[in-house]
């Protein structure tokens, strides 16, 4: 089976069976945006003087970088 990349037309914008599977309706969109606010809400005062996402980027580099390191380790002893 072979995979297919979207194609472009002319104006840069993705075709138009592309466009319609992604395209979401007004009702869909402000149902998520609710969502998104309760979210908000119900964490707002877990750790309201903390950034959580501050915090989820610097775990994110943490992890890059010990990754890295394992993978460097990995190269010196097989190459």
């Known amino acids: ?3 297919r990349s979207p194609q472009r037309g002319r104006s840069g914008r993705y075709d138009q ?3 319609h599977s992604t395209r979401l309706t007004k009702s869909e969109v402000e149902r ?3 969502a ?3 979210m908000r809400g119900l964490f707002a005062d877990v750790a309201p003087d903390r950034s959580l996402v501050d915090e989820l980027i ?3 580099r943490a992890e890059a970088e010990a990754e890295s390191r394992e993978s ?3 190269r ?3 190459g």
């Open 17 to 19: 069976r592309m466009a």
């Open 58 to 60: 610097a775990d994110r």
């Open 36 to 38: 998104a606010e309760r």
């Open 32 to 34: 998520r945006r609710a």
């Open 1 to 3: 089976m072979r995979i």
């Open 72 to 74: 460097a380790g990995l």
């Open 76 to 78: 010196r002893r097989s």
